[in-house]
Every structure is written in C-alpha cells, then in structure tokens.
C-alpha cells in the first residue's frame, strides 16, 4: 500500500503570507494526486487533481505542483478563508485503491 | 442543484448493521463512478467503498467482507450496507463522486464532490 506523509503537521502564517504544504509517497505515485481543503464542519472540497490542474472554482493562489513522489501545494497569498486542514490523496488505478495523507492544519 | 445527500447514519452496537444511502442530483448519475469515504474522530480519511457505472465494485482490506456499495440508477442513489459493524468503524460518512477519468485506468482522478456527511456511531 503506497503510504502518503504530510509535513509539517501545522503550519501557522499570517494573512497575506505564503503556505507550502508538502505531500510525500512511498512510492511513485506519477501524477497522480489531488489536494482537498476542509473546513470546520464541512466536507472536504477538490482543490487540486492530477498534481497540478486547479479543479472548478477554485481561485488562482491555489497552485500544485510535483510528480513521482513528491507534491507541493502553494497557496501565493493566504486569505482568512483559507485557514483551514489540507489533505492530499493519491490513487491507485488497479485495483483501485485510494489512500490519504494524514493532513496539515494551517492556521494563524 | 448539484448535490449529494446522505441519510441512515446512527448508533449501533458491535456487531451489529446499518444501511446508509446518498441520493444524488444534478449531473448524469448513469455515468459516474460513486464512493464512500469515512473520516474518523481524529480526522483521518478513508476510502471504504467505490462502485463504476455498470455495477463493478472495489474495497480496501479493512472493509472486504463486510461492507457492500450498491447503486440504483433509477433512483439516483448510491447505498453502503455495513455488516459486523465494530468500534473502529465510527465515523463521519462521505457520499463522493468520482471525476475526470474512471477508476479502472490511468489519467487524472479525484473525488470532486463530497455529501455532507453522515455520522456512524459503534458503541454499547
């Protein structure tokens, strides 16, 4: 089972601030990744598919990047709204299996 | 609107079932790929159960046995029966779509909209 690490665990900035999140694999995972953000009370929503394709809606300060093992999420200029937990999740495609990262809390 | 909506979540004792259902409106439900994703106490996401258009069904370990995602098309709704539930089954449920690409192959893939979930509780 291929095993994502996230880092750091928490990562305190200010608004208007940049945030860089980091995703690990155990193994390659190719492009294969997406990010969520989730905040309190909420679902988790898409930010990020394929390593680096922003999903609908989402703003330009969203951006990833990466392939093989190692993802970056940058968020270029924190917002208030955007304090909140970052997940990344890699798949599988056969058989399927998809496995997430442990997450890193932003928060100020 | 586009949305999924989950319902059936409750208290069980170990041991014990549950039937969760998420109906789901506003994109062409025939064609895509529909999952379950838990997220438990300590906030930990995972995939339980995912189901393609023509009915194929896929599990991690933890689950394979005992858990079953059906779907009816007709209806628009996706199902997780849970059977011999135990403590460490409590979560928070997800009803989620799959977008992009299917499953099954290569390409992009994520989970790109979430129900709001439904809370499983296993307990005596």
């Known amino acids: 089972e291929i095993v994502l690490t996230q880092s750091p665990a928490t990562l305190s900035l200010s608004p208007g601030e940049r945030a860089t999140l980091s995703c690990r694999a155990s193994q390659s995972v190719s492009s294969y990744l997406a990010w969520y953000q989730q905040k309190p009370g909420q679902a988790p929503r898409l930010l990020i598919y394929d390593g680096s394709n922003r999903a609908t809606g989402i703003p330009a300060r969203f951006s990833g990047s990466g392939s093989g093992t190692d993802f970056t999420l940058t968020i270029s200029s924190l917002e208030p709204e955007d304090f909140a937990l970052y997940y990344c999740?890699?798949?599988?495609?056969?058989?399927?299996?998809?496995?997430f990262g442990p997450g890193t809390k932003v928060d100020i | 609107e586009v949305q999924l909506v989950e319902s059936g979540g409750g208290l069980v004792q170990p041991g014990g079932s549950l039937r969760l259902s998420c109906a789901a409106s506003g994109f062409t439900f025939t064609s895509c790929d529909m999952h379950w994703v838990r997220q438990t106490t300590g906030k930990r996401l995972e995939w339980v159960s995912g189901i393609g258009p023509d009915g194929d069904t896929y599990y991690p370990g933890s689950v394979k046995g005992r858990f079953t995602i059906s779907r009816e098309n007709a209806k628009n709704s996706v199902y997780l029966q849970m059977n011999s539930l135990r403590a460490g089954d409590t979560a928070v449920y997800y009803c989620?779509?799959?977008?992009?690409?299917?499953?099954?192959?290569?390409?992009?893939?994520?989970?790109?909209?979430w129900g709001q979930g439904t809370t499983v509780t296993v307990s005596s």
């Open positions: 999740q890699q798949r599988f495609d056969w058989p399927p299996r998809f496995t």
């Open positions: 989620v779509k799959g977008g992009y690409e299917v499953m099954t192959g290569p390409g992009p893939y994520a989970f790109d909209l």
